[in-house]
């Protein structure tokens, strides 16, 4: 997922502060993982040791890391798609369970989630190991690859444990990873009894507690409209997460397309997507399943997407490019809770 949401400032609301409010200190820690950064927002009445909070959480966000990356040689996934076996493979828990919720999530969008796709994204240059970026594949490349992806291939078994039914098969969870490391990192927070905060890595975001304003963390949202004349809007985050996919920041040429060739990916496929859909904002109660979601909905397209959406009672909007603007469609659910016109 591209960095794709813009944390706006906190104003003060000078001059009609209490004696309470006054006494609310803001505290912004950030740091670099999983190939980008992340930022950790909070507010407290009650003094925090900013260091070791900022040691606490780069050890958090660390140790999740070791276990989901499927680039990292002393990582647990990568380790995992080394082990070329068809044998049941003990794993972590919090591995397990990222694993049983993409296959929950590969089941309820039809496939269009998919993380073994990892072949199919190397051989289009936008994975870690891919040898040629520029290069496009060919039918029959792309075919026999295909072969070798389907998250049925992945059984999940119970006493923390997996079985790959291809030995080759390879597993990329960054559609939902970061996601899950968030919904990590919130959960140290709560523990630590801060009710207050916002969490944000590679542009997925957390909110808890009523922010500065007293009605959440005001967020802007992003629409793949850059460049162009739209005004960002923004929701606020309300003890809920949002996230975003979108084909605008990683593309390249294709000849063989009057499209250029986006890093997302098509599972059913195995070439990339070629609708007018641009991005795609998904609100949900954890940071994974906005993360995982927005990433299928912007796989299945704008009709597909929007049925699925509906279907699943999702707040969602989709974002479309219509010559210099871009058109905004928003399920039911994003309406009743965000009063909005569809534009």
Not at 238 to 249: I, K
Not at 280 to 295: F, G
Request: hydrophobic share 35%; glycine share 6%.
């Amino acid at each position: 997922m591209s960095r794709s949401l813009l944390i706006l400032s906190l104003i003060p609301l000078l001059g009609c502060q209490d004696d309470g409010e006054r006494n609310l200190k803001p505290y912004s820690l950030t740091g670099k993982a999983l190939g980008t950064t992340w930022t950790v927002k909070v507010l407290s009445y009650q003094p925090i040791d900013e260091s070791k909070l900022r040691t606490d959480l780069a050890a958090k966000i660390e140790e999740a890391e070791q276990i989901l990356s499927h680039w990292r040689p002393d990582a647990e996934l990568y380790q995992l798609n080394a082990t070329l076996s068809s044998e049941p493979v003990s794993i972590s828990p919090l591995l397990h369970e990222l694993l049983t919720h993409a296959k929950w999530t590969y089941e309820q969008t039809g496939g269009a989630f998919d993380p073994t796709i990892a072949p199919l994204v190397n051989l289009w240059g936008f994975g870690p190991v891919s040898t040629n970026r520029l290069s496009i594949p060919t039918e029959k490349e792309i075919d026999e690859t295909l072969q070798s992806t389907s998250m049925n291939q992945v059984e999940i078994l119970s006493d923390f444990e997996v079985r790959k039914k291809l030995p080759a098969l390879q597993i990329d969870l960054s559609a939902s990873a970061k996601g899950e490391i968030i919904d990590e990192v919130c959960e140290m927070l709560d523990r630590r009894e801060l009710s207050n905060y916002l969490v944000e890595i590679g542009g997925e975001i957390r909110g808890r507690g009523n922010g500065k304003s007293g009605e959440g963390w005001t967020i802007a949202l992003e629409d793949g409209s850059e460049g162009k004349s739209n005004k960002l809007s923004t929701v606020n985050l309300l003890d809920y997460s949002v996230a975003t996919s979108g084909t605008y920041r990683q593309t390249k040429p294709n000849p063989d397309s009057v499209k250029p060739a986006s890093h997302l990916i098509d599972p059913r496929t195995g070439r990339p997507v070629e609708h007018d859909l641009i991005a795609v904002n998904v609100l949900a109660p954890t940071a994974r399943d906005a993360d995982a979601l927005a990433t299928a909905l912007m796989i299945l397209g704008p009709e597909e997407g929007m049925s699925k959406a509906e279907e699943m009672n999702l707040i969602a909007r989709f974002c479309t490019s219509e010559g210099n603007r871009t058109r905004h469609t928003h399920t039911p659910t994003w309406i009743r809770l965000y009063p909005v016109a569809n534009q």
